[in-house]
């Protein structure tokens, strides 16, 4: 099939990154958008927008047959998922093959074998490619439970089968814990991901989270190195970069060539990752795989210069991707902050509110994804993430360097960010030694809630204040009388705040 015009069923950054995507690959770019986003930036990006309804996710991102009914409508001939909502549910791959449509990712198959974590155990073990000790199959019965634990020696991880993002997840040390630890996550798990299926494998203490980007095209598939993701809390990234200090070019081989094996165990296509644990002594084990475009993906490109959305677009197109054959070595250092509306002094509870204004840092080697801007509403129905700040130096410490100062330029007035979590993150020194896992900040709380940095506060307090005049002004109303020669001019004075500021 020919594609001409493409349908993203997304939102926010990711909605946008993919119309810019989808206009430099010369095709045409439709919205959908649910009341709480008629006006956002990736719905006057696109070239048309379909609405689907109420602001809840489950009236509107998340109903497969309106986003099916929409690319009908508006004439698109295939539809790419971004990350969340829909990317990894095979049924909605599945129903957008069977409307005669192109699904840019992953076949149904390939999604519906990584998506049941013990399927794509039981697969990746046929394939040879490391996995965690553990079980093959659920587990519901707490006698089952409690005897394969002892097998395995505690502590012991019990994880939801169809899930992924920490949901449904608990560390259990101690025997007596097993039993309330298995009722509490297939209960996260039936509300999360509407499978109360949980299964156990070892924990392993002090691991490294590292993922290697797979692309595929059916004819080749490649993988594009490392990026480091350990730094978590409950479970969530909030900083990755590419490569990772930890992995040594033979490593990255030898996790390439495990997550290639991976891919085509499967049968995958379009682009793809494999999450593995890197324990200290070099051994890995695979975790799972995110059958889809992640939101990290950013560090990846900017040090292999490789467009991934791009490469997705041309696959589904029934193109050969266009990276050459042959090994690919990374290029200096990308780091990647997810900037989010959370309030790191009051336990990363979301913030709400109306941007009243927000200024992005620019520059050299600086990367702002971003589906927000001054003026927009942040509300609770989706998820936290307002921004990615991204950026690439020669070297880790330049890298390090540049996304200080990157997080200094910015500015968000209205809601509270991670940012000041960030910057103390940055100057800490085991950060900049490398010396990180995923219970890094599980021992680190003076890093999650310290003291926020002096010169962000006194940025923040100019703008708030400058944000305050600008909306009383708004509000005062003109006085008739006054001479057109002696009433002020808003462009002026919009020109004189800029300059303020």
Known sequence: MTIQRVLVANRGEIALRIIRACHEEGLEAVAVYSDADRSAPYVRAADLAVHLGPAPAAQSYLVIDKLVAAARSSGAQAIHPGFGFLSER??????????????????????????????????MEAA???????????????????????????????????????????????AAD????????ASEAQKAFGDPAVYLEKFIERPRHVEIQILADGRRTIHLGERECSVQRRHQKLLEEAPSVAVTPALRERMGAAAVAAAKAVGYRSAGTCEFLLAADGSFYFLEMNTRIQVEHPVTELVYGVDLVREQLRIARGLEMSVADGPLVPRGWAIE???????????????????????APAGPGVRWDSGVETGDEVTLYYDSMLA??????????AAIGRMERALRELVVVGVATNQPFHLRLLADQAFREGAIDIQFLERRPD??????????LERLAIAAALAEDERRRAQKPAISGEPAARRTSAWRDQARREGLR
């Open 128 to 174: 040879g490619v490391p996995v965690v000790p553990g079980a093959m199959a659920a587990v519901s019965d707490p006698a089952v439970a409690a005897s394969l634990a002892d097998s395995l020696g505690y502590p012991v991880l019990v994880k939801a089968a169809a899930g992924g993002g920490g949901k449904g997840m608990r560390v259990v040390r101690e």
């Open 178 to 185: 097993l039993a309330p630890a298995l009722v509490s996550a």
């Open 90 to 123: 095979a049924p909605f791959a599945r129903a957008v093959e069977e409307a005669g449509l192109v699904f840019v990712g992953p076949p149904a198959s390939a999604i519906e074998a990584m998506g049941d974590k013990t399927e794509a155990r039981r697969r």
């Open 388 to 397: 990615k700040l991204i950026v690439h130096g020669a070297s880790r410490a």
């Open 447 to 456: 890093l999650v809630a310290g003291a926020p940095d002096p010169v962000v």
């Open 337 to 359: 902050c997810r900037i989010t509306s959370e309030d790191p002094a009051n336990g990363f509870l979301p913030s709400t509110g109306r941007i009243a204004f927000l200024r």
